[in-house]
């Protein structure tokens, strides 16, 4: 698998993804609910996570085809947890269109996101591939991490506590967003080619998935004229996410602007008004909340692509490799 191909390679991966969810019922509500099983995956995404799969895979010596389930039920995971999370955040829309629980309802939404669970095990469980248990503790563990790393964000907006260190931010997005996005997938290609992770993998992903979640918290704060973002506009404000931006900005305004912004992001997200969230900006511009946490994510990308390049250097198929931290690369620098 090499860059020149990627697109022929995204393709089968988002068919595979596809044919994993079942289409069409004769009862035809029940038709409704397969279809709405489809409508994230239908929508596309970056399919970042399976394709991290498929490269690591073959960088550790495997041929793509073989991780091509792996790098499916992977994708899946990432669909349903977005389904449970856009719940649980009220989010208004993702990749670019409303959110499922806005046009389904909340109880129909969860469901849907249940029975995307019970396809990314099928997809798992249904192969005698020599990795299948090993793959199957992967995926336990990581399920297990994201669980726990929800719950901290949760707990952080349910106590309504906005003295959020930055070490109780980074130990949440390391459990929520880091293994799952990085770890695991890299971990995975790993299994599949029946290798034994490399330990440098580990930290270098984590550091990785740290950049990758703080780049995404800023650029939520930043106008998206091009489009490409896909997420709502000062959507963690409204939403009252905790972010590295915040913990920053907590850190250094002074007592008179923390209890304004504590006031304007610790209301209900129906009664916060749009001009109200501009101040909420303003106050965040005036921490240079925004820069700090951008500097963070810089660091923290140089860390984990040095380690990858550790880890990678022999690797059995270069190209590959190579290949895999471009891509990386990429994610933790991206503008979209």
Known sequence: MTAGDDAAWMARLRERILAAVPEGHDVPELARFRALQRDYPARGGKGLRGRVVLLAAAAHGADPE?????AAALELFQNWVLIHDDVEDDSETRRGEPALHRI????????????????????????????RNAVLAEFLDVIERTAEGQHLDLSFVAEGRFDVTEAAYLRMIERKTARYTVVAPLRLGALVAGVDPDPRLDPAGLALGRAFQIRDDVLNLLPDE?????KEFAGDLYEGKRTLVLARAFEVLDASDRARLRDLLGRPRAQKRPEEMREALDLLARADAIAYAQGVAERDAAQGLSGLRDAFSAAADPTAAFDLLNLLTGLAERHA
């Open 66 to 70: 073989d991780a091509l389930p792996v």
């Open 226 to 230: 091009s489009g490409a973002y896909g």
């Open 104 to 131: 389904a309802g909340m109880p129909v939404a969860v469901n849907v996101g249940d029975a995307l669970h019970v396809a990314m095990w099928r997809t798992l469980i249904h192969t005698d591939a020599p990795w």
